[in-house]
């Protein structure tokens, strides 16, 4: 299982991607990039039996990405940093695409561009909106393939939202409209490419070989274009992860997958985000979409942003629902049965994508060791773990003397970290790491002994000395005090996320003033046919 999560409040600043398998098997945390997130993690597989992970560093901002992408070998060792090849604009982290057919990466960018805005009643001068980009680039050369523009190709009038303070004034370059919003990007077996909109509610078949539409599913103000395939008894809309899951060998039956967040965050079309399997047909000359099936929250729940679905899973045929804002993730069986509900404990971590997949791992680094004992008449733990090794079975401990190697034991994996304790006194020792067949996969360093001074024994643990009270309560007389100067342990992550909240106020409070003062103000009269019913907050 291979999860991200991104950097929303300052409790959860160790953002990071993570590999589980029913314990925690890899953390990609690195301290030098602590300020930074990490998205779209996912695993890759070629045919000659490579593996790769991908993985998105960077800021993200207003909804989108500044950063590059990160390919990982079975070591978790950087083999490419796929940056921007325009320095006017950084890649985005909605999309990271490895194709290993044809070894090219699909990867998205919002450059901003000058439109005329004046279908929004931004008449005074050329406005600016938040254009969609994506690129397929070869990793062998690092040259584009292929690129792609919405707004070469998409008109304004399809936008489904308006300039504000949600989705960008479109009133300077710092602050954009953002009226497209392509969150997701796949390939056909021809070489089309099937995109996401989420701010026109629609999905798009991209031709490859001119960029051209060919056909629009959904989008509440795309229905009078030609190439517009309308809905059988469904909807969608502010959607992600649309994904080509079936074609027939003439291409006349597709089916799709993707996730209806059903909020844009200006209008809702439903009380509740679900994934969706839907099938288009063209067998009878005229376009149809049909809806196949509906996976829901375990709890019905809005999530306004993110999600993915990962269908037809090997071996067992799952589908696996990340979803996104809820911070949570479920699988199903083929028939639609629920078989899994995880819903993570901090209510401020959004997790984007969720997948499953078959990865090996074999770190260049060597296992870690904690030995420690309380007092020299106490037995000696041994705590051993090794991040990102997935094929280590069990451990053999050893005590060191010298040259002298003494085999204490062999005990059985736990987990990420695994315990063992020797009925007597170990100075110095190390451990190695067995494959299924007792083979040596890796050998720690040799670590000396952990022991607390005589005076603080008494105070620790048997199996650890940690420090448990972090604040120790005040006498009546200081408390008056205490209210005057209060422990910066307390204040400490109160002022963080202090300075959170006015992170995210300042750029509205920006877009305010220049609604207010630039001689323009944000029109309030561009109505959407695709507005069920406005929010009441």
Known sequence: MLCSSPPLHPRTRRNRQLIFQQNLVWSGYDPAFSALGHFNFQAHHYANGTQLLSVFRGMSVGGRGRGSVLLLDDSYTITHNIR????????????????????????????????????????????WVLDSMFQEIDLNSGSVVFEWTASDHIPLEETTISPALKHGGGLSSHFPFDYCHVNSVDKFANGDYLISSRHTNTIYRISHVDGSILWRLNGDNSSTAETYIPLQDYNFAAQHDARVRRESADGNEIELTLVDNADNGQYYTQDYSSALRVAISFASGRATSRLLQTWLPFEDGQAEHQGTVQYDMPVTGNTLVSWGEIAEFSEFSPSGKRVLDVAFAD????????????????????????????????KTQFYMSWNGATEVKEWRCFAIEGDVRANLGVVKREGFETHFEW?????????????????????????????????????????????QVLQVPKPEEEKEEATMAPDLLVEEPLRAWNMHVLQLVWPLLVGWLFGRFGHQVWPLSYQHSAIVRRRSD
Request: hydrophobic share 40%; aromatic share 6%.
């Open 84 to 127: 921007s090849s325009n320095p006017a604009f950084a890649l985005d982290f909605h999309e990271v695409s490895i194709r290993a057919e044809s070894n090219t990466a699909i990867i998205t960018a919002y450059p901003t561009r000058r439109m005329d805005l004046s279908l929004f009643d931004v008449t005074e001068s050329m406005g």
């Open 347 to 378: 209510e401020l971590l959004h997790v984007y994508r969720v997948m499953k997949a078959s990865w090996i791992g074999r770190p260049k680094t060597k296992p870690d060791l904690y030995m420690y004992a309380r007092s020299r008449d106490e």
């Open 423 to 467: 009925d007597g006194e170990v100075d110095r020792g190390m451990v190695e790491a067995l494959d299924g067949d007792g083979h040596v996969l890796g050998t720690s360093e040799v670590v000396d002994l952990t022991m607390p001074p005589t005076h603080m024994a008494a105070k620790c643990g048997v199996a650890d000395c940690s420090l």
